[in-house]
């Protein structure tokens, strides 16, 4: 069985270091997709990346990309 976690990663950073840890252990492919699209859609300016299969959200200045690994 496989489990999910969900990382977030600054787009400035993204080849700088490691992403963040925001949750692990999430046993449902679905429950990990809908934390993800959750926590990017509440933040006024977000959207979803088809190419990258990634969310993102501005939070002031910054662009963030969240998603669930592995990924989906």
């Excluded at 400035?12 to 490691?18: F, N």
């Excluded at 692990?24 to 959750?38: F, K, M, N, T």
């Excluded at 509440?42 to 501005?58: D, I, L, V």
């Amino acid at each position: 069985m496989n489990s999910y976690s969900i990382l977030l990663r600054n787009r400035a950073q993204a080849g700088v270091g490691h992403p963040r840890l925001l949750a692990y252990e999430i046993p449902d492919r679905l429950a990990a997709q809908a934390l993800v699209s959750g926590i990017a859609a509440s933040y006024r300016e977000h959207g979803f990346n088809p190419a990258t299969r990634m969310h993102w959200f501005q939070d002031g200045d910054s662009v963030h990309e969240i998603y669930a690994w592995p990924h989906l």
